[in-house]
């Protein structure tokens, strides 16, 4: 059979296809395709607005067509940080289902942190791995080396809203990216995960870690630098993106969808990086997406799928 799974984030509308016989939870992922859509661009106060529901039904729309064109049999929708923070969420999703017929599980942030962490157990292979997942409204760490959710972390801030807090333009002065890094610094303390010398490996997930890592390789071959992740080269890409001239082409070069949350996410990676001071990091194509079809097809979660023979 063929699964598709939509996650409605705090940046986009993002899609995996996959396909699978059923059992233990085994699938292979044949396509990928993403929205970008900056949904908190259309808050009014803690609401999304009318123009800003008609956006994501868009984007869910297009979605489903592509996965029924692709021939996916069942169609799950999942939302993260992005709606957990909004007060007209009902009124969201039951508009979402009017107009679409499909039905949206809303994850709290210790779930989708769980799916973060059953989609890369492969590295707990690695020696003492923490993975790191920054989305656009929240921050996800989960200790590989845990089966369950209780070795899990959602820091419940993510670089939109941070941006809007701190930062006067989209990139930070220095000014701001130290009040930032005070900021994250005291979050992570307070979640009490892990500390220094707890972790050897870091695994970097989702899709804006995945921009970060971009813009960091590109400013690499900019300089004449190896393209290894190493903290000592990630600072001096942060310290770029505050004062160097070309911050805004090496961005819009690599991901300019995520110019809004780009150089707020590297502060928040960097000062996360600093905190556990790894001896590797590397960056991982598999998120919460993944982990929630892993349970889904093990039954260990039971999404609501929407059929896709049915009219919209």
Do not use: W
């Amino acid at each position: 059979m063929k699964y598709a799974v939509v996650d409605m984030s705090s940046t986009g509308v993002s899609m995996i296809i996959a396909e699978s016989n059923g059992k233990d939870g085994i699938f292979e992922t044949v396509y990928k395709d993403r929205i970008n859509i900056a949904i908190t661009e259309y808050f009014e106060g803690k609401n999304i607005s009318a123009q800003g529901i008609e956006r994501l039904i868009d984007a869910l729309i297009s979605s489903r067509s592509t996965a029924r064109a692709m021939g996916a049999d069942l169609f799950y929708v999942i939302s993260t940080a992005v709606l957990r923070n909004v007060d007209n969420i009902d009124e969201v999703v039951e508009k979402i289902r009017l107009r679409t017929g499909i039905s949206v599980d809303r994850l709290d942030g210790k779930t989708e942190a769980y799916c973060d962490l059953v989609s890369n157990r492969r590295y707990a292979a690695y020696d003492r791995a923490v993975l790191i997942d920054i989305g656009g409204g929240s921050v996800e760490l989960c200790d590989l080396f845990s089966d369950g959710k209780n070795e899990t972390a959602c820091l419940e801030f993510g670089p939109l809203e941070i941006r809007d807090e701190f930062v006067s333009d989209i990139f930070p002065t220095e000014d701001e990216a130290k009040d930032i890094r005070k900021y994250v610094r005291k979050k992570a303390d307070e979640a009490a995960f892990l500390r220094r010398g707890d972790v050897s490996t870091v695994v970097l997930v989702g899709s804006i870690n995945n921009a970060v890592f971009s813009a960091y390789r590109e400013f690499c071959a900019a300089n004449k630098l190896s393209g290894d992740l190493t903290y000592d080269k990630y600072k001096k890409f942060t310290d770029a993106l505050i004062s160097s001239a070309d911050r805004t082409r090496l961005i819009l070069k690599v991901a300019p969808e995520k110019m809004h949350v780009l150089p707020v996410a590297s502060l928040i990676l960097r000062e996360l990086l600093k905190r556990f001071k790894p001896d590797e990091i590397v960056v991982s194509d598999c998120g919460v997406k993944e982990g929630y079809l892993a349970l889904v097809l093990k039954g260990e979660k039971k999404g609501e799928a929407t059929d896709l023979s049915s009219a919209l």
